[in-house]
């Protein structure tokens, strides 16, 4: 009798050899046609999809398909330091662009007031863009900053990118330190269709407090990142 872990691994193991010999930027057969192929139900071939797609082999999108994906370049980073995106990219040669962007001021609400310590129903600047790599979206970003950090003009005048470059090169706001809490969501309606992703799909989220020397809460960011193309990692030391 052919146990159920068996088929699976089966179905992960004919799926990864399809991948591999499928051409980057190629499209798979439909879904009906492929659970067919492989002989197995769709639910089963979406589960393990699924898996490959969190990994950063496979996009699906919306009426369209099924894409196969080989990265030429992973984002390998520790933790240890605060550096851009923008930095990380320079660091293993590859060039990074900026895609949609929105500024625009926002009335704070019940949660970023008490994060940034304002009150509430005061403005902050919203910072959101798309981050393309090899001319696809690889991460979705938002910072959102007192109005008295940073101007609509100056991030509309100077902005590449990354909202931590334009305030590191200036030396009015002396930066000290960031909190970050790290987590999995599955994307959103609005951020699947800025990544050009399925709704629910995992993404790496972090979410920061960036502070001044003085203590002060400069920005507070989410930055969603798209398995498989990136890699974190940490050094710890060993006991207490």
Do not use: W
């Not at 101007?151 to 931590?164: A, D, N, P, Y």
Request: with cysteine.
């Amino acid at each position: 009798m052919i146990r159920e872990n068996d088929v699976s691994r089966s179905l992960h193991e004919q799926l990864s050899i399809l991948i591999s010999e499928t051409e980057s930027g190629d499209r798979l057969p439909s879904e009906p046609r492929l659970a067919e192929d492989l002989g197995v139900s769709r639910p089963s071939l979406r589960e393990a999809m699924m898996t490959f797609e969190t990994r950063g082999l496979l996009q699906r999108k919306q009426g369209v398909g099924t894409f196969v994906i080989h990265p030429d370049n992973v984002f390998d980073s520790g933790l240890d330091s605060l550096i851009s995106l923008e930095t990380m990219a320079d660091q293993i040669g590859l060039e990074v662009s900026m895609g949609d962007l929105e500024v625009c001021r926002q009335v704070l609400d019940c949660e970023l007031s008490e994060k940034l310590g304002l009150p509430k129903d005061e403005e902050i600047l919203k910072v959101s863009r798309v981050i393309l790599a090899e001319d696809r979206p690889i991460a979705f970003l938002e910072d959102n900053l007192p109005v008295d950090v940073i101007s609509e003009e100056e991030v509309k005048e100077h902005f590449t990118g990354s909202v931590l470059d334009l305030l590191i090169k200036r030396d009015d706001i002396p930066l000290a330190s960031s909190r970050c809490d790290i987590s999995a969501i599955g994307a959103t309606p609005e951020i699947a269709r800025a990544l050009d992703i399925q709704r629910h799909v995992p993404l790496l989220v972090f979410s920061s407090m960036l502070y001044s020397s003085r203590g002060r809460i400069i920005d507070s960011s989410f930055s969603y990142f798209i398995p498989g193309i990136f890699h974190f990692h940490i050094v710890r030391r060993v006991g207490a």
